[in-house]
C-alpha cells in the first residue's frame, strides 16, 4: 500500500454512559466513518488519494462529531453523513470546507474543565 496524500482522521471515541460530555461515537461517527470510505472509494480516491482513518478522541468533542484531516490541519465539525461528499470535494479541489472547519477561536475553549 502506498502512503496517501491526505489523511482523514474521524473521531470515534465513546464515552461511558452517565459522562456528561459529549463523544463523536455516540453523535453518529460510525456512519460518518462509513460513509467517508464509500465516498473515497466510489471516487477513485481511497488507493492513492486519500484513506480514511479512525481515530481516539481529538479533543474538540464539543464541535463533533470531528473530522481531522491531514496535512492540511483542518478539522471539520459537526460532521454528518451529508456533509462527506463535500468533505471529499474538497480534497479534490485543493482546499477546505470553509463553513465546517472548527473555529480556531474555540478550540482549546471547548473542552474546558473536563
Ligand atoms: S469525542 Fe470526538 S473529539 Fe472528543
Redesign the pocket.
Known amino acids: 500500500m502506498s502512503k496517501r496524500e491526505h489523511y482523514l482522521f474521524v473521531?470515534q471515541?465513546v464515552?461511558p454512559d452517565g459522562n456528561p460530555r459529549?463523544?463523536?461515537?455516540r453523535g453518529g461517527?460510525p456512519e460518518i466513518y462509513a460513509a467517508l470510505k464509500a465516498e473515497l472509494l466510489r471516487r477513485g480516491l481511497s488507493k492513492i488519494v486519500a484513506r480514511a482513518c479512525t481515530s481516539s478522541?481529538?479533543?474538540?468533542?464539543d464541535?463533533?462529531?470531528?473530522i481531522g484531516v491531514q496535512p492540511e490541519n483542518a478539522f471539520y465539525g459537526h460532521m454528518t453523513v451529508d456533509r462527506v461528499p463535500a468533505v471529499v470535494q474538497a480534497l479534490l479541489d485543493g482546499n477546505v470546507v470553509q463553513e465546517f472547519l472548527v473555529q480556531s477561536a474555540t478550540l482549546g475553549e471547548s473542552?474546558k474543565d473536563r
Open positions: 473521531c471515541n464515552r459529549p463523544s463523536c461515537g461517527s478522541c481529538l479533543d474538540m468533542c464541535d463533533g462529531p470531528i473542552n
